[in-house]
């Protein structure tokens, strides 16, 4: 085709491995992916151009594996790499309700993010509703106490609880019930799941033909859920109004606390001269957007974090002490004793590095032609993934024993976390993406992660379910949640048990 002869004829050659008709180099991924693609890349990326050639089906893929281009790509090429693969799937699958994750670059995803960010995420929105998360993580606390004597915990189910209710009490001021949470993790994981089988089908249109349409129904059925689940807290939130005029959220009296997104973008709504409008689509998926964007990735993340600490116990230790002599026995945990707490920030900035959730990022898609690294061609419609997961574990970077869990490498530098080289250092991390598609949920997440990893640590001691050693590999999908779910027993500390069960 002409474009393969512009790319090929082009420039410098990027290394690729031996592909096969029609499935081009699916036969060579495993699972996890991030581990294969990893060694593809080591094996036939040979002179070290950081990048790697490879083609899903009838997709072209382009894999960056080193910092220098990765950095490249999300500043210089930026714009020309912000659009996201646009599969037949994912549009049935975000029908209705949008993601901002999964849209195209455009006016679109343009005006859900700066409303995600503005109602929610900004700097001046987290600091005005560290209350409603601060609360939340008593619940936890209060729950895990219940929990203790009885049975050992799902760390992520626990972490995840508490995660989709501070997100819920930013969104809309309310709780869910634990059956509510429960539902909204099989939905959520039913979406992740079908997005996975359905990349196949559009990589592979032979496979897409023999369907019969099956996948494209169940793709349907999902989108339908989450359609409705997201117009259900739109007319949850108006009924209350409805009830309650007046309330806390609304404009007389409103205090900065008590400000929600929904009561933000529903009044917006109401507005005749808003400067723009705002149907329920909208407010719809910002929603859905910041529930099902920041709830699973920052449990996933707690439970790698409590992993570690079960497995290194002397870092455990380390952060206890910490806790106890900041902080001490007397009070929770609070999110604004973080600041005060730099060892708790190097282990969640060591976890993000060693188990970053979406090890090769969210995929971007070329929007146009680009060259990269000096003279490498990339046609329009490549599809980018980073391998972030080998940057940050490479020993050149890292030191001899890169795969250890070393909070203290972070002790001296700064966090390090966001794409940035620490204090001027060659250490370089990028968990959170960079550029302008990079997760606008960085700063809550690492709020939420730090506070329940506190609390945790502040009140309970723990040990892995039944004294066994933590299993910890990775399992795989479109992120990198634990192959096998973490189950830890808990018992709250001896000077912490009145202060727990006054709650
Ligand atoms: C530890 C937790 C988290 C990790 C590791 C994480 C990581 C990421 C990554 C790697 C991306 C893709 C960046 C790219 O495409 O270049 C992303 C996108 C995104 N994240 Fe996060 N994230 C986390 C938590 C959150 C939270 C708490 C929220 C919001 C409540 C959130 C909302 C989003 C959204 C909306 C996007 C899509 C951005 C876009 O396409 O423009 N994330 N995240």
């Not at 600091?127 to 601060?134: E, K, L, N, P, W």
């Not at 898609?365 to 997961?389: I, N, P, Q």
């Not at 960085?442 to 502040?458: C, F, H, P, R, S």
Request: charged fraction near 25%; charge should be positive; proline fraction near 6%.
């Amino acid at each position: 085709s002409p474009r393969k002869q512009r790319t090929n004829g082009q420039g410098r050659h990027i290394p690729s491995p031996p592909a096969l008709p029609v499935l081009g180099h699916l036969h060579l991924l495993k699972k996890p992916l991030h581990r294969s693609l990893a060694a593809l890349a080591t094996r036939y990326d040979t002179e070290g151009a950081g990048l790697l050639h490879l083609r899903f089906g009838a997709k072209r893929v382009l894999l960056v594996t080193s910092p220098s281009v990765a950095e490249e790509c999300f500043t210089v090429h930026d714009v020309a790499l912000a659009d996201r693969p646009g599969l037949a799937s994912r549009r049935v699958l975000t029908q209705d309700c949008p993601a901002i994750a999964m849209c195209s670059y455009g006016p679109l995803w343009r005006q859900l993010r700066r409303l995600a960010t503005v109602h929610a995420l900004c700097a001046h929105r987290l600091a005005a509703t560290s209350g409603a998360r601060d609360a939340e993580s008593r619940a936890m606390a209060a729950k895990l106490l219940r929990r203790a004597a009885a049975r050992p915990v799902a760390v992520k189910a626990a972490a995840y609880e508490f995660a989709a209710n501070v997100i819920m009490a930013m969104v809309a001021g309310t709780r869910m019930t634990g059956d509510q949470v429960r539902r909204f993790r099989e939905m959520t994981e039913a979406g992740l799941a079908a997005a996975g089988a359905a990349n196949r089908h559009d990589s592979l249109p032979v496979l897409r033909m023999l369907d019969f349409g099956r996948t494209r129904r169940r793709l349907a059925g999902i989108a339908e859920a989450r359609r409705q689940f997201g117009q259900s807290i739109l007319d949850d939130y108006r009924q209350r109004r409805h009830r309650h005029p007046g309330g806390a959220d609304d404009d007389a009296g409103e205090r900065e606390t008590a400000r929600t997104v929904l009561g933000d973008l529903l009044r917006q709504q109401q507005e005749e001269q808003s400067p723009e409008h705002l149907d329920d689509v909208v407010v719809r998926s910002v929603c859905l957007s910041l529930l099902q964007g920041g709830t699973d990735t920052t449990a996933s993340t707690i439970e790698w974090a409590m992993a570690l600490l079960l497995t290194n116990p002397s870092a455990a230790k380390k952060a206890t002490a910490e806790i106890d002599s900041v902080v001490g026995t007397s009070r929770l945990l609070q999110e604004s004793d973080l600041a005060g707490l730099p060892y708790l920030r190097c282990i969640v900035s060591e976890t993000l590095r060693l188990y970053p959730l979406a090890p090769n990022h969210v995929p971007h898609e070329a929007s146009r032609d680009c060259v990269v690294a000096s003279g490498h061609a990339v046609a329009r419609g490549t599809m980018v993934l980073v391998d972030v997961f080998s940057m940050q574990r490479d020993p050149a970077v890292w030191g001899e024993r890169p795969e250890e869990f070393v909070p203290e490498r972070f002790m001296d530098g700064g966090s390090g976390v966001g794409g940035r080289r620490d204090g001027g250092s060659s250490r370089w991390m990028m968990p959170f993406g960079m550029g302008r598609r990079k997760c606008p949920g960085e700063g809550l997440a690492l709020k939420m992660v730090g506070v329940t990893l506190g609390v945790m640590m502040q009140c309970f001691e723990w040990e892995p379910d039944g004294g066994k050693e933590v299993d910890m590999s990775e399992g795989s999908g479109l992120t990198m949640p634990m192959a096998t779910p973490l189950m830890a027993v808990c018992r709250p500390r001896a000077n912490m048990e009145s202060l727990l069960k006054a709650l």
